[in-house]
């Protein structure tokens, strides 16, 4: 089906750039350059998409592209518009994004990156699909059909709810996204939940633990490497962006980055392309970005230890967990979620939790988040002495230096936990990121525990 794709840009120059790339790719394109004339050309073209120029240069606030893609959308809720937008106009696009828009494009666009976003969304639709027609219901459902990932995030706070909306919104998107937060707060949560509910939801996940990457080895990391470029490179190894190609890659602790290994990865974000360690020959990456840090990059930036370039790359669309402190209300659900996962690990099925030892949670400022939480509520699972979980049973130890209280049967909670990594490693079958993420750990924490305890897997 020839999908007809309107444009509505001020710039001539722009407007016929896109023209011709669209018409190349096999699209009838027009366009035109004022907000009046947007309604009448999309009733005259019947369009499948439009794209949609945020900012006119008789508004450059993008109070009248707002303005107009509500129009729009109230018109014609069916009908899928992509926004363009230039990287200062970020919130600009995070509104459009709540009004309904399906996508956003930054200029200066990828030719194949708009070629891309325009397919998924055309795609989205069977041959003879009324676009124009009044059928809200579509995109509700649509919606809905995404939940299902983000439905596995615990938790109802107001704080969370409002960053699961805005993660809901930019998933269906090719848009980079910035997860920051304290740590434990559950990032990568988020970000898996993104990529489940997104249009790579088929292809891999892959996630790196940036903190925990030696700064000589970024590169064979990021890259790949052929046999022989360096002394221990006995055989071809895949890289990060080949491991994630067509899929998503998740970059946790982007904070860490040395300013050497910011470059390399900026220039595979700009070029979208790469060349293994070793090897000459050019590949080209298709890899949607998701970033997280508990560091402030702005600060980073200012202070010159992160590029303001690689910031403007990765941090499309920025989304920030407020720490468990700030959202109380979701403790206890969370609790009886870890509480119940611990009963069957355990073999403790009539294990509960007491009414004071609730409240007491509730009162706790747990600065190390969600996976603190669950740490605290594993170990008690394991020590409680009775099935009734009281206050005492978690206080023991908590704040107790080196970690040297005992437990029941003489045991430290040391050697406890040496116990817990090897329980888990065993019925992960020693698979590192499933045992860390049920421990709440993260990878460069669990192997610092491995090797602490002198642990094999």
């Known amino acids: 089906m020839n999908h007809a794709i309107l444009i509505i840009d001020d710039d001539t120059m722009v407007a016929s750039s896109l023209e011709l790339l669209l018409k190349r790719s096999g699209y009838r394109a027009s366009s035109v350059h004022r907000p009046s004339d947007a309604l009448p050309a999309i009733a005259r073209v019947q369009p499948s998409l439009v794209l949609l120029d945020m900012n006119f240069s008789i508004d450059t606030s993008g109070k009248d592209g707002m303005g107009l893609l509500r129009q729009m959308l109230t018109k014609y809720p069916a009908l899928p518009v992509i926004q363009m937008t230039g990287w200062a106009t970020v919130q600009l696009a995070v509104e459009g994004m709540k009004a309904g828009a399906r996508d956003f ?11 891309n976003a325009v397919g998924i969304q055309i795609d989205k639709y069977p041959a003879g699909h009324d676009f124009l027609g009044a059928d809200a219901g579509a995109g509700k459902a649509e919606t809905g059909a995404g939940d299902s990932p983000f439905g596995n995030i615990i938790g109802s706070s107001e704080g969370l709810t409002n960053v699961l909306e805005q993660a809901r919104r930019v998933a269906p998107t090719q848009a980079s996204v910035l997860i920051t937060g304290e740590s434990g707060t559950g990032k990568e949560l988020i970000a898996e939940a993104i990529h489940a509910a997104s ?58 980055l040395s300013p050497t290994a910011q470059v390399k990865l900026l220039r595979v974000l700009q070029e979208r392309q790469y060349v293994r360690l070793g090897d000459n020959k050019v590949r080209k990456t298709d890899v949607r970005i998701l970033s997280a840090t508990s560091r402030d990059l702005a600060s980073m930036v200012t202070a010159g230890t992160f590029r303001e370039d690689l910031l403007y ?3 499309l669309i ?70 009734v979980i009281q206050v005492a049973d978690m206080d023991r130890g908590e704040n107790t230096p080196n970690n040297k209280t005992f437990a029941p049967g003489g045991i430290t909670l040391e050697e406890m936990e040496i116990q817990m990594i090897k329980i888990a490693l065993g019925r992960n079958g020693g698979e590192i990121a499933a045992t860390a993420r049920e421990l709440g750990l993260t990878r460069a924490a669990l192997y610092r525990r491995l090797e602490k305890y002198d642990i094999r897997h």
Do not use: C, M
């Open 199 to 256: 249009q790579r939801a088929a292809r891999p996940f892959v996630a790196v633990n940036l903190g925990g990457v030696p700064p000589g080895l970024f590169e064979s990391e990021l890259f790949g490497h052929k046999a022989g470029a360096f002394t221990d490179a006995k055989t071809d190894r895949k890289g990060w962006f080949e491991l994630a190609e067509g899929g998503t890659l998740f970059l946790d602790e982007i904070g860490d």
């Open 313 to 315: 790359r990765i941090n």
């Open 105 to 115: 494009i930054a200029k200066p666009w990828d030719n194949r990156e708009l070629l």
């Open 318 to 387: 920025h989304l920030h967990l407020p720490p468990l402190r700030e959202r109380p209300a979701d403790i206890l659900p969370l609790a009886e979620h870890f509480l119940g996962g611990a009963k069957q690990r355990y073999e403790r099925p009539a294990l509960t939790l007491g009414r004071e030892a609730a409240r007491w949670l509730r009162q706790q400022p747990f600065p190390g988040n969600i996976r603190q939480l669950q740490n605290l509520i594993e170990r008690t699972a394991i020590l409680a002495p009775a099935s």
